[in-house]
């Protein structure tokens, strides 16, 4: 995945967080539902920031970004601790 598509399927995620939220405040949406869903979208978000870093760091240290491979969402998660 190019940095291109990475920042696109960021944007999408977001559309789709909003667009949640804005389902629950007009009542269409339950809020377990939404919750779950807002988990979801929100690892998913971490993993394309990690993966975008990561590509740009290969990048800046002259290596091939392409090299460059989403990790699990537990590490992606839980990387700070």
Known sequence: MRDNE????ISELV???RG???RLRA???P?????ARV??????LDQ???????????RSAGEDPDDA????AGEVENYRQ
């Open 6 to 9: 990475i920042l696109s399927r």
């Open 15 to 17: 559309d789709e967080e």
């Open 20 to 22: 949640l939220r804005e």
């Open 27 to 29: 009542g269409e949406l």
């Open 31 to 35: 809020s377990d539902e939404e919750n």
């Open 39 to 44: 988990r979801e979208l929100e690892t998913a």
């Open 48 to 58: 394309c920031w990690d993966l975008l870093r990561q590509r740009r760091a290969r």
């Open 69 to 72: 491979a989403v990790r699990p």
